[in-house]
């Protein structure tokens, strides 16, 4: 082609181009006059006095819902509390509560927070907050948030009646910064592998995650099992960081793209901490965004085993831009791919009721209990560089399916949970006898190893049902008594210990975490080829 043919279809490139810009500023422009006129039209005739304010924030939610279930509007009032769990933090006194017979009881004090250094106890029931009284006048959750929240340096006095203690006791706390922790559980599953459980991906996520790695690798760990069940997601940074952990350097682990923002990858680099070792990651249909990075770049390199159900399938990447009165809205600038290519994103053109109720059609159709109620088209199969197939088609589906034990789920456990039995009688339970409790058990291997459900305290939780209007049966109890039992002693752990001891004895009810230990400790790793040496 000679330079004049170039020079003349450069030009006439740049032509097109200037005038489809001037097209989308036109049409626009037009947009924006047509939503002006129809605002003076309303205020000028219309029968009722309006208020502009609602009707052009209901503007803007529609036009929101017409692109994608994840782009939003965030009203300033709503923005700081939306915020919170991904910052990893909010201002208040530091405490995990709980209303028991209408009383404010503190669970546990929160690691660093104000109530804590003051010496405030598990157990304390809080009485009166600001020399008004709370208890026995109807509290509720909402109410205590307002109550207790509040900016850092502002003073809350509130008294506080503790066990044993004849006189009610005056605490005035100076609100502060609490901490929001990502990391549920850290503990040793066997004295080869390691167990760790994030429950979302925030600011000061891969501070307590490295922590955690840490610690387990102090204890011995070698291999390690990531629980990434009913996490929602959070910030893409963070899942980027926490894949770089396992993955070598200049391996891929995420790219994004969109129709106004050009291909970018993220690769790991050379600072992973868990880059050799069996690495299992445990899924389900609440693990969304963040987490499908993750286990994502995961199984797309061969580098670890992904155990459970299909994932969610969020996989559109959201912005924030802010709004002149304050207010925010998140739009979707982007869509995650994993290595191989696969978009995380399942379908949504039937609109965002059904794309919400994705998880009822799963359990509808099959796919929760069966999988090979999931059907995947040729098209939506991809390869892993050694070979596996992997799935698209919208979230990640694990290389070892799990089905939902509904077994477990009676009638007595359904009505037990329905009711707050659970958590009501074990918080009784600890309050009446945690003086013996932590003399008889003053660590949580000697709680695991000795703490039985006998048939006294069956005898009393079963009384505790009864009081709450639960049918309980002999023949209820024989059906539901392996999870009746377990669920019993890993509350009580979590109100006598923390957390993380709740998951460390509720996982053995768990078939994905003890699928993960059986897969670690066997050969199935060498035999998909996976690199973990």
Not at 294 to 317: H, Y
């Amino acid at each position: 082609m000679n330079l004049k043919k170039v020079i003349a279809l450069s030009t006439l490139s740049l032509i097109m181009t200037a005038a489809i810009a001037q097209e989308v500023d036109q049409s626009r422009a037009d947009g924006v006059r047509k939503l002006d006129m129809l605002l003076s039209v309303i205020n000028y005739a219309y029968v009722d006095e309006v208020k502009n304010e609602k009707l052009v924030e209901d503007a803007i939610v529609g036009m929101l819902e017409e692109l994608d279930p994840h782009s939003v509007y965030i009203p300033e009032r709503e923005l700081k509390a939306m915020n919170e769990p991904l910052e990893g933090n909010f201002e208040g006194i530091g405490i995990q509560f709980n209303i028991l017979k209408d009383t404010l009881m503190v669970v546990f004090p929160i690691q660093g927070g104000p109530s804590e250094k003051l010496g405030i106890m598990a157990g304390d029931k809080i009485l009166t907050i600001d020399g008004e009284n709370v208890a026995g006048v109807g509290l509720t959750n909402s109410m205590v948030r307002d109550k207790l929240r509040g900016k850092k340096g502002t003073t809350v006095d509130v008294e506080i009646r503790r066990r044993g203690e004849r006189s009610l006791i005056p605490f005035s706390i100076t609100r502060d910064k609490i901490p929001l922790y990502s990391v549920d559980a850290v503990y040793m599953a066997t004295p080869e592998i390691g167990y760790i459980k994030v429950n979302r991906f925030a600011r000061n996520t891969m501070e307590e995650f490295n922590k955690g790695i840490k610690e387990l690798k102090e204890q011995g760990a070698e291999h390690l099992i990531l629980d990434l069940r009913g996490n929602g997601g959070g910030y893409l940074q963070t899942a980027v960081l926490m894949a770089d952990e396992f993955l070598d350097q200049g391996k891929l682990i995420v790219y994004t793209e969109g129709d106004k923002q050009k291909k970018e990858e993220y690769k790991a680099t050379s600072r992973g901490e868990f880059e050799k070792g069996k690495v299992a990651i445990l899924i389900d249909e609440g693990s969304a965004s963040a987490s499908e990075i993750v286990s994502g770049a995961v199984q797309d390199s061969d580098r670890g085993m992904i155990i459970g159900r299909r994932s969610f399938g969020k996989g559109l990447v959201q912005k924030s831009f802010p709004l002149t009165d304050g207010s925010a809205i998140r739009l979707t600038t982007a869509r995650y791919y994993t290595p191989t290519g696969r978009s995380i994103q399942r379908p949504y053109d039937e609109g965002k009721d059904v794309y919400y109720k994705e998880i009822s059609r799963r359990y509808d159709a099959g796919e929760l209990v069966d999988r090979d109620s999931i059907a995947f088209p040729d098209s939506l199969k991809f390869y892993t560089p050694n070979g596996r197939m992997v799935y698209g088609g919208g979230g990640i589906m694990p290389d070892i399916f799990i089905p939902l034990d509904t077994n477990l789920n009676t009638d007595l456990n359904r009505s037990l949970t329905r009711r707050g039995v659970y958590n009501e009688f074990t918080l009784t339970y600890i309050d009446k006898n945690r003086k013996k409790l932590n003399k008889t058990y003053p660590e949580l291997k000697d709680f695991k190893a000795n703490f039985n459900i006998d048939e006294e305290l069956i005898g009393q939780f079963s009384a505790f049902a009864d009081k709450k209007n639960v049918e309980w049966t002999d023949e209820g109890y024989a059906e539901s008594k392996k999870l009746v039992d377990t669920q019993l002693k890993a509350l009580l752990a979590r109100n006598l210990f923390d957390t993380s001891a709740y998951f460390e004895i509720i996982n053995d009810l768990n078939d994905s975490y003890l699928e993960a230990i059986n897969v670690i400790q066997s050969d199935q790793f060498e035999k998909a080829k996976l690199e973990y040496e």
